[in-house]
């Protein structure tokens, strides 16, 4: 995309809590390309500007909970992985209206890999159904990994992840050591550190266990692991990752590109949220 500036923003509630302007401004100024990212949030009882979102001129937009199915619904389009587990957290403008994509997944996976850690063969629990959870159970399959999906309501199967077994939390603490345990659910996303833990009891004992919030840097889910012996690993590098192909899907309308935005997302990262990125 060349001349102009490029029109961003984040939807969810809350949303204050995100380094996504922050990260994609960043990256902006190191290619020479204005990006004028955003925060956008919207009370779930605000139909006004929920509305409004979609009549905007924005050229795309990243969503955050609670809005990852509300939008793929109301996109034009899907990607085909975003059609089979009806979630987004990245939309996009092009001729024919809004494209919805789920990025989340390929974000995990590449972080994952990144901290030399395998997926294939390895048994995986994640911790939510929501998108996040379902994207990260398809993508993390797709690698190899043999994943158990966990939830207050196993008896529902989640769009796209029928073919997973699913439990309960009651059972979870009763389960035999994970070789991966992922949060995908929303507790420890911008609270305090002393919030009450997650229950994983010898699920997480020497396992990898990462958490796709970020903040804090340090959350209840990674503090309990951490006392079971666990390798931890923040939701930062997920962030960074799934922002990789988000660029690529938005500025080269291309999904091979990811990689090559990779070394700039994790150097803006660094700059901004330090912090976060030990």
């Given at each position: 995309?060349?001349?102009?500036?490029?029109?961003?923003?984040?939807?969810?509630?809350?949303v204050g809590h995100s380094l996504s302007p922050l990260l994609w401004e960043g990256v902006g100024?190191?290619?020479?390309?204005?990006?004028?990212?955003?925060?956008?949030?919207?009370?779930?009882?605000?139909?006004?500007?929920?509305?409004?979102?979609?009549?905007?001129?924005?050229?795309?937009?990243?969503?955050?909970?609670?809005?990852?199915?509300?939008a793929a619904a109301r996109c034009d389009r899907l990607s085909p992985a975003a059609a089979e587990i009806r979630s987004v957290n990245t939309v996009i403008r092009d001729a024919g209206g809004w494209t919805g994509h789920s990025t989340?997944?390929?974000?995990?996976?590449?972080?994952?890999?990144?901290?030399?850690?395998?997926?294939?063969?390895?048994?995986?629990?994640?911790?939510?159904?929501?998108?996040?959870g379902r994207s990260v159970a398809r993508a993390a399959a797709e690698a190899g990994?043999?994943?158990?999906?966990?939830?207050?309501?196993?008896?529902?199967?989640?769009?796209?992840?029928g073919r997973f077994p699913r439990i309960g939390w009651d059972a979870l603490v009763e389960q035999d050591p994970f070789d991966v345990v992922v949060n995908a659910t929303p507790v420890g996303r911008g609270r305090s550190a002393s919030e009450p833990a997650l229950s994983c009891g010898r699920a997480c004992t020497n396992a990898l266990a990462l958490d796709l919030n970020y903040t804090p840097p340090v959350t209840s889910f990674l503090r309990a692991a951490r006392a079971a012996g666990a390798r931890t690993l923040n939701g930062?590098?997920?962030?960074?990752?799934?922002?990789?192909?988000?660029?690529?899907?938005?500025?080269?309308?291309?999904?091979?590109?990811?990689?090559?935005?990779?070394?700039?997302?994790?150097?803006?990262?660094?700059?901004?949220?330090?912090?976060?990125?030990?």
């Open positions: 995309m060349t001349g102009g500036a490029l029109h961003l923003a984040l939807v969810g509630w809350p100024k190191r290619r020479g390309v204005t990006i004028e990212y955003a925060r956008y949030p919207v009370d779930p009882e605000d139909a006004t500007s929920w509305d409004a979102l979609w009549a905007s001129d924005l050229h795309g937009f990243n969503v955050t909970a609670p809005y990852k199915e509300r989340d997944g390929y974000g995990f996976v590449r972080a994952v890999l990144a901290a030399d850690e395998p997926l294939r063969g390895r048994r995986m629990a994640v911790l939510g159904t929501g998108g996040a990994a043999e994943v158990t999906m966990v939830s207050r309501y196993p008896e529902r199967v989640p769009p796209g992840c930062l590098s997920t962030l960074v990752y799934q922002a990789c192909l988000g660029a690529a899907l938005l500025l080269d309308r291309d999904p091979a590109a990811a990689e090559s935005y990779e070394e700039d997302f994790r150097a803006v990262a660094r700059e901004v949220a330090p912090q976060v990125s030990r």
